[in-house]
C-alpha cells in the first residue's frame, strides 16, 4: 500500500520513532482503502490517549461516565451502534458524560483499559461503584436505559390515560401540569430525571401521555410526537407548548423554570387585618379596671345553718 509517506532523517534524533509510528498509522488509517465511516459527533466526546485518563476520572462530570470503544473489524456494524450511541448521548446530556475512543488507533490505551473486544461500552458510575460493561442492544434505547439504571432520581411521573386524565389536571397538590406526549411505551430517562428534580417537581405534577391515547392528542391538537407542554390549571386555555426540537434536559429543565418565574397568578385574596396592637400602659388601665369591677359587684351573705349555707360549709377567714 502506497502511503506517499516518507521517514525523516535521523528519526532517532529530531523525530523519535514512536512519534513516527503513530503518524504513519494515522496516514494508514485514513487511506481510501482502509477507511472507515464515522458518524458526526456532536454531543459524544472524542477520546484520545491525551485526554481519556480525564474524562473518566478527572472529576468534571456530575453523572455517570460512558466510553464506547470501537476498532477496525465490523465497521459497518460499529458505524450504526456509534451512531445510536451519539443518539443516546443527546438524550441525557446533562444527566451523564459520554465519549469515544478508537482502539485501532489507541490500541496500547484500550489494553492498559482491558478492552479486548469491539464494540465494547463501559460505564463507569459515579462514586464507590464497580466500573460494569455493557450487555445489552446496541440501540439507543439500550445506551439510554444503562445510563438510567445507573443514576440516582426520584421518578415522579404519572401514566395520563383519558381515565385519570381530569382527575390528573383537578389534583390541587401540585395545579401546575407537565404533559409529555411519546410515541414510547415508557416515560423516557429525561423526563424521569425533570419529574424527580428539586426546583421543579415541588410545583409541577408530571404526566406521560402515549401515543396511542387519541382522544388527548385530538384534545390538545397534538399532531406530532415528542411534545411537551406545561398547563397552569384545568383549562386547556392555559397551556403553553414547548416549540424547540431540542428535548436535552438541561434545554428542558431552564424552559420550565422560566415558566414557573412567569406563572400566571389568580385573584389576589385579601389581606387579613392585621392584630391591634395595645399599649402595655393601656393593657394594665385594662386590667386593673377590670378587676375594680369586679369587686364592685354586689352579693348576698348568707347565714350560717340555712340550706343555702350549711353548717361547716362557712369560710372562717381569708387570713
Not at 145 to 170: K, W
Amino acid at each position: 500500500m502506497a502511503t506517499n509517506f516518507e521517514m525523516p532523517c535521523m528519526a532517532s534524533a529530531r523525530f523519535p520513532i514512536r512519534l513516527w509510528l503513530s503518524a504513519l498509522l494515522v496516514v494508514w488509517a485514513n487511506s481510501g482503502e482502509n477507511l472507515k465511516e464515522v458518524p458526526a459527533l456532536t454531543h459524544t466526546q472524542r477520546l484520545s490517549a491525551g485526554n481519556v485518563n480525564e474524562f473518566i476520572g478527572g472529576g468534571r462530570c456530575s453523572g455517570p461516565v460512558v466510553v464506547f470503544f470501537s476498532g477496525w473489524d465490523a465497521a459497518e456494524e460499529e458505524s450504526k451502534a456509534l451512531a445510536a450511541f451519539e443518539a443516546s448521548s443527546e438524550e441525557v446530556t446533562g444527566l451523564a458524560c459520554m465519549g469515544w475512543l478508537d482502539c485501532g488507533l489507541w490500541r496500547r490505551v484500550c489494553d492498559d483499559m482491558n478492552i479486548r473486544a469491539t464494540p465494547s461500552v463501559v460505564i463507569y458510575p459515579t462514586g464507590a461503584k464497580a466500573v460494569r460493561f455493557y450487555r445489552g442492544p446496541l440501540t439507543q434505547e439500550g445506551f439510554t436505559a444503562a445510563v438510567a439504571r445507573v443514576i440516582s432520581f426520584d421518578d415522579r411521573t404519572l401514566a395520563v390515560t383519558q381515565q385519570n386524565h381530569v382527575a390528573f389536571l383537578a389534583d390541587r397538590l401540585r395545579p401546575i401540569k407537565v404533559l409529555l406526549f411519546s410515541r414510547r411505551a415508557k416515560s423516557p430517562v429525561i423526563f424521569k430525571a425533570l419529574s424527580g428534580d428539586p426546583e421543579l417537581w415541588p410545583h409541577i405534577q408530571f404526566g406521560f401521555v402515549q401515543e396511542a391515547e387519541t382522544a388527548l392528542l385530538k384534545q390538545y391538537k397534538i399532531e406530532n410526537v415528542p411534545r411537551l407542554l406545561i398547563q397552569f390549571s384545568s383549562d386547556a386555555a392555559t397551556a403553553r407548548h414547548y416549540t424547540s426540537s431540542n428535548m436535552s434536559f438541561p434545554v428542558l429543565r431552564h424552559w420550565l423554570l422560566d415558566q414557573l418565574r412567569d406563572t400566571p397568578l389568580g385573584a389576589v385574596q385579601a389581606a387579613e387585618p392585621e392584630p391591634e396592637v395595645v399599649e402595655e400602659e393601656e393593657e394594665e388601665e385594662e386590667t386593673a379596671a377590670s378587676a375594680g369591677k369586679v369587686m364592685e359587684v354586689g352579693y348576698e351573705k348568707m347565714k350560717q345553718g340555712t340550706r343555702a349555707c350549711p353548717a361547716g360549709a362557712e369560710i372562717a377567714s381569708v387570713q
